[in-house]
């Protein structure tokens, strides 16, 4: 294993000084416990929204911090959930009188973590709701595992609300719109090669030189079945049949198409997948409004690509649309 | 000999040396099946559980195990900080104010752990998960008739619970993604839990 790193047990830590380092004219980099926060955080009178989870998937979720989109992120060990203490701290720091809502993506230890620093949070007296993101259709039978697990629109929800959240909507609304842009998004992703944790220094499963793994999670977990390579627009077609089947999609939508690095891959491949989204979509009469392509969720090294799909309202594309300002989505004013 | 509070912290002592020595073997059964960060994030939990358990005035076991709670909530991350912190949280809770434990005392604070611990991760028996090594464990526990012979049948039914593991399939965590690929693995979670129990028998008998 080889990484640009200083010592395995101090990776998350270096990031963050890195961040700092970067970007401290506008964030405040809190290291017990970890937390990025909007410099100017709380914003008086605005729904604070705060995020978490494992690292390792950076840019999310301490480089979406900022005006439009987060006020805060707590960012765990590599691929691991972090503390209820971290997610305690950040939704008081941005707590600006209107409430504060956490963006969890559905995985066991998210949840728990997240379930604890609610409980821990009862006696604070601060209002808050929860948005559960949990998009990925590779999950086949959620009855019997821990359910879909939350990607792809993880980001876009962060987005979505954080514009909503600036446009003076209270919590109970910028929740219900969250759910919406949760509900209406669909998303599955694939590998080329595994990925390695710093801390255990193994790739996280075996892949044969001319295999794939369809329907991968973020943390290296193995997907839906695996098979000999094929060209760019089977891959898009393996991944948009589940995603359109199951909300479903139909003709005449209007959809935004994210499609995603898992921080491997180059730009230039994710074009050339795009290209095929783009083709699949019209053939199924759907009109992409809104796109985003680059590494957004990754999963460390990870070679491979996800692709979400968003069925949008008038709200969601005016939101998509409003102002962002943080270290990886910047646009507008 | 009934259990008293320097018996518990030699308990977590020990229970922290093997989270050391074992780190390597749980992140290889939590890589087959998991994110493989079971062994780094108890290795780091309970080296600073043991560093708050060291620098505290501590009265009694409850307290002992309350301050391992709240070190691995806010150290561990991942599905084992919530988990362990609730389940050393519970123990404390039922064991606060005794000196000295005896096996009915033990065995109570044993089953509002197992209690805790299926409250926070929704687990049944037969997932695998932690709680199939903690069900026949506490199992033999509540069988036993003096406090030595429970801790011995404990560890050995924490380690055929953890054993069985192995042919089943996941339902909870990050290894029920794998469905039938789940099995033939040993569960990282019941190996953990395992340590806990054969940690309390090397300590807590004689």
Redesign the interface.
């Known amino acids: 294993m080889k990484k640009l790193i200083n010592s395995p047990?101090d990776v998350v830590r270096d990031a963050l000084r890195g961040m700092e380092a970067a970007h401290g004219d506008r964030l405040r980099i809190s290291y017990d416990?970890y937390m990025v926060v909007r410099k100017d955080a709380p914003v008086q009178g605005k729904v604070g929204i705060i995020s978490g989870g494992?690292s390792g998937h950076e840019p999310m979720h301490g480089g979406f911090v900022g005006p439009g989109m987060l006020d805060a992120a707590c960012p765990?060990?590599?691929?691991?959930?972090?503390?209820?203490?971290q997610m305690l701290e950040a939704t008081k720091a941005v707590n600006g009188g209107a409430g504060v809502l956490h963006v969890v993506k559905n995985?066991?230890?998210d949840v728990?973590?997240f379930?604890?620093a609610a409980d821990m949070g009862k006696g604070e007296d601060i209002e808050v709701e929860t948005v559960l993101t949990n998009d990925d259709v590779a999950?086949e039978?959620s009855l019997?595992?821990?359910g879909r697990?939350g990607v792809g629109v993880t980001v876009l929800v962060e987005k979505i609300c954080g514009a909503a959240a600036d446009d003076g909507k209270s919590l109970a609304e910028v929740a219900e719109l969250g759910r919406k842009v949760n509900a209406n998004g669909r998303s599955m992703g694939m590998a080329l090669t595994p990925c390695i944790?710093p801390?255990?220094g193994?790739p996280?499963f075996e892949l044969a030189e001319d295999e794939v793994e369809i329907g991968i999670?973020i943390?290296?977990?193995?997907g839906r079945f695996r098979e000999s390579i094929g060209p760019a627009s089977q891959i898009a077609e393996r991944l948009m049949t589940p995603i359109l089947e199951d909300l479903p999609f139909s003709s005449g939508d209007k959809v935004l198409a994210f499609v995603n690095g898992m921080g491997g891959t180059p730009l230039l491949e994710l074009y050339v997948v795009y290209a095929e989204v783009a083709k699949i979509a019209q053939e199924h009469g759907l009109s992409i409004e809104r796109n985003l392509i680059g590494n957004y969720i990754t999963s460390l090294e990870m070679q491979g690509c996800s692709i979400t799909l968003v069925k949008l309202d008038d709200d969601m594309v005016r939101y998509w649309d409003a102002p962002v300002n943080t270290p990886a989505l910047r646009w507008g004013s | 000999m009934p259990i008293d509070r320097d018996a518990v912290v030699d308990w977590m002592r020990r229970f922290a040396g093997e989270m050391g020595e074992h780190r390597q073997e749980l992140v290889r059964l939590d890589t087959a099946i998991g994110d493989g960060d079971h062994g780094t994030n108890m290795d780091r939990g309970m080296r600073k559980a043991m560093e708050k358990v060291e620098a505290a005035e501590l009265a009694d076991p409850g307290a002992v195990l309350k301050t391992v709670a709240m070190a691995l909530v806010s150290s561990v991350g991942g599905a084992a900080g919530p988990l362990y912190g609730t389940l050393f949280l519970q123990m404390g809770g039922a064991l606060a104010g005794q000196e000295r434990v005896d096996l009915p005392g033990w065995t109570a604070a044993w089953r509002a752990a197992l209690e805790g611990v299926q409250a926070r991760g929704k687990a049944q028996p037969g997932d695998k998960t932690m709680v199939d090594a903690l069900i026949p464990a506490i199992e033999a526990l509540e069988g036993a008739s003096d406090l030595d012979e429970g801790l011995t049948a404990a560890a050995q039914g924490a380690e055929d619970g953890m054993r069985a593991t192995t042919p089943l399939v996941a339902r909870k965590g990050r290894a029920s993604y794998l469905g039938e690929r789940s099995k033939d693995h040993q569960d990282p979670g019941a190996t953990s839990t395992y340590y806990l129990f054969k940690t309390a028998a090397e300590a807590l008998s004689g």
């Not at chain 1, 765990?76 to 203490?85: C, H, I, K, L, R």
């Not at chain 1, 943390?219 to 193995?222: I, R, V, Y």
């Open positions: 047990d416990p494992g765990g060990e590599v691929f691991t959930s972090p503390t209820p203490d995985y066991t230890g728990m973590n379930d604890m999950v039978d019997y595992t821990a697990r944790t801390g255990s193994e996280s999670g943390h290296g977990e193995p």
